[in-house]
């Protein structure tokens, strides 16, 4: 059994002028007492709030209501160690990732799950697109880790050309491109082809969010935003 809290990230109301102790600021706004039978690996929240989604070692995705702390639906059997979860942004579906060489659409309305095969070995990061059509992930095909992309109403997935040994892909707000880090750079693709184009040093980039008005907000390493 395990235990997951998440914490609210506002201090608690300030009683004196003199700070309250770290354990009083941030206390946990929800605890679920989880049934997994192993470590949780990945959490994630769906869009709206409403409701959490949990995968484990014990090989299974558990979908939790938020307002009254139970399991609604569980994914189970066909599942090889799911690490990566990312919800659609309309919140009917999820995304899961294991280490096997598919990623797994879960519809949570239904229950129905998709299995997206494909050439890769191995998914490393999972993102929709912001107009809900496309999922970018991060495999292995033929020995080498590039950025692919595959429509929802697609049956197959595509590589993009030079986009050797991406991490943390992100999305623009138009849906057009995809930022990522690689070869110590922050980089951008079109979607819809073409080469990537290098925007600036990210020594160990750590992640990015793009804003509607083009400005991109990036961790080029662990010692500055």
Request: charged share 20%; aromatic share 8%; hydrophobic share 40%.
């Amino acid at each position: 059994t395990c235990m997951l809290a998440a914490i609210s990230g506002r201090a608690a109301p300030r009683q004196s002028p003199v700070a309250p102790p770290a354990s009083a600021q941030h206390r946990p706004s929800l605890a679920l007492q989880l049934d997994h039978a192993g470590q949780i690996i990945c959490v994630a929240f769906s869009p709206d709030g409403k409701f959490v989604a949990t995968a484990s070692i014990d090989r299974t995705v558990r979908l939790w209501d938020v307002r009254t702390r139970q399991v609604i639906r569980v994914l189970s059997g066909d599942l090889n160690l799911p690490r990566l979860l990312a919800f659609s942004p309309n919140g009917r579906l999820l995304a899961v990732g294991d280490l096997t060489h598919t990623v797994k659409l879960w519809d949570l309305s239904s229950g129905d799950l998709t299995t997206l095969q494909g050439e890769s070995r191995g998914t490393w990061s999972l993102a929709f697109s912001p107009d809900g059509r496309t999922l970018a992930f991060v495999a292995i095909s033929g020995g080498r880790r590039l950025l692919w992309v595959r429509s929802l109403d697609s049956l197959s997935a595509r590589s993009l050309p030079g986009t050797d040994e991406p991490l943390m892909p992100f999305w623009s707000r138009d849906s057009r491109f995809i930022g990522f880090f690689a070869e110590r750079k922050l980089k951008k693709i079109q979607v819809a082809g073409g080469p990537p184009e290098t925007i600036c040093d990210a020594p160990s980039g750590l992640g990015g969010t793009w804003n509607r008005d083009g400005v991109i907000v990036f961790a080029p390493d662990n010692r500055m935003p």
